[in-house]
């Protein structure tokens, strides 16, 4: 019986090389087909991707988000081409009315100043922080970039901008407490775009792994 010699470790590694080749394909096909799928029925009428946050509340007079830092770099059309318009979307329980807002978070940290207020940590982990209950009204402020208020689903349409911001959800008389059922939602343009090179770049990655696999065993039991 003739002996099977071990394999080199120059065959090792290309091995190893082919195998690591292809899991990194696979990775790139599967989130490609998985955006293509969200990118062709994951949208709603108006083209948005949603990015639900859910039914959150707070004892205070405004739920609010952590200061967001956008950065658009020297370019600052390449963030709205790739993300496109967002959308602050919130729906009070009962039909009660409702006020939902974007601003930069200086000006929202200046409104809030010690109002009782509930601050989103992650999801919809909402931190109390204690105040007065009561607020002028939200809609009486001038330094909104994009606001909404009235009675059922109101939407807050902005495009991103470089700054530091902050997203808010009020009743309309900024009294106490707050209770609503939030989606932030997204355009992302690129998605079906970007979703695509993936799937190709996937696919042609793992001829490549594969062929790589096959002619380093062929070389072993030659």
């Known amino acids: 019986t003739r002996s099977v010699p071990p394999p080199s470790a120059g065959r090792t590694v290309v091995l190893v090389v082919g195998a690591l080749v292809s899991a990194l394909a696979l990775a790139l096909v599967g989130a490609g087909v998985t955006g293509l799928v969200t990118d062709r029925v ?3 009428a108006g ?26 770099g020297s370019d600052s059309d390449a963030l709205a081409r790739a993300v496109g318009q967002l959308q602050l979307r919130a729906t009070a329980a009962g039909g009660r009315g409702l006020f939902v807002g974007i601003a930069p978070s200086a ?46 689903t109101r939407t807050a349409v902005w495009t991103p901008r470089s700054g530091t911001w902050a997203a808010v959800v009020m ?52």
Do not use: K, M
């Open 42 to 44: 994951g949208r709603d």
């Open 171 to 222: 009743n309309p008389d900024g009294s106490a407490p707050v209770a609503a059922d939030v989606q932030v939602l997204a355009r992302v343009p690129v998605l079906g775009v970007a979703s695509t090179a993936a799937l190709w770049t996937g696919i042609g990655l793992l001829v490549v792994g594969v062929v790589v696999i096959v002619l380093a065993a062929r070389s072993r039991r030659e």
């Open 47 to 72: 083209g948005f991707l949603a990015s639900g946050v859910g039914a959150a509340s707070t004892r205070g007079a405004a739920l609010r988000t952590e200061p967001v830092v956008v950065d658009t």
């Open 107 to 152: 000006d929202v940290d200046g409104y809030l100043a010690g109002v009782a207020q509930g601050v989103w940590r992650s999801g919809t982990d909402v931190e109390e922080v204690g105040g007065r209950a009561l607020v002028a009204p939200p809609a009486a402020q001038t330094f909104w970039a994009a606001s909404d208020s009235g009675t059922g």
